[in-house]
């Protein structure tokens, strides 16, 4: 190849490589506004119900307002030992005498790890469980024991 020719060659594959680059790093466009003024809002979530006590019900007709009121007392960072969930429960109107709870404390002595604690409605169990895995409930049959906690309960 004659010297001309390898120059204009070059100079093609230069010009070629710049244009590439500079396709690869030109601005996006700027969008136009349009004509119409639209205003945009976020959607406002809709506030979930607070679930009305069903005291004459079953356990499972009172799952979701047994569940408010321990997230509320949990989410209001108060005392959560056992005494603490029974207590607010007594307070909204469930039957002290038809409750158990686990101890809050070990057999040596330092902090349960989670504390169970119960509601018992006929023949089915209202239980909830809080602590180091977070709060849970469920709904589950009375025990041949006649009882809704396995175990030692204390006195609720």
């Not at 602590?131 to 006195?155: M, Q, W």
Request: with cysteine.
């Amino acid at each position: 190849m004659t010297r001309p020719r390898r120059a204009l060659a070059c100079a093609v594959v230069a010009v070629a490589g710049a244009f590439v680059l500079a396709g690869c790093t030109a601005p996006e466009p700027m969008p136009t506004p349009s004509s119409s003024h639209s205003t945009t809002s976020e959607p406002t979530p809709t506030p979930t119900p607070t679930p009305e006590p069903a005291f004459d019900g079953t356990a499972s007709d009172n799952q979701s307002y047994f569940d408010h009121l321990n997230r509320e007392l949990i989410d209001a960072g108060g005392a959560t030992g056992g005494a603490a969930f029974i207590d607010n429960l007594v307070e909204h109107g469930y039957p002290r005498e038809n409750m158990e709870v686990t101890p809050d404390k070990t057999a040596i002595g330092i902090g349960a790890d989670n504390v169970v604690f119960s509601i018992r409605f006929g023949d089915t169990c209202l239980l909830g469980q809080w602590g180091n895995i977070g709060y849970t409930s469920l709904v589950t049959e009375v025990l041949s024991t006649g009882r809704c906690i396995v175990g030692t309960a204390r006195p609720a």
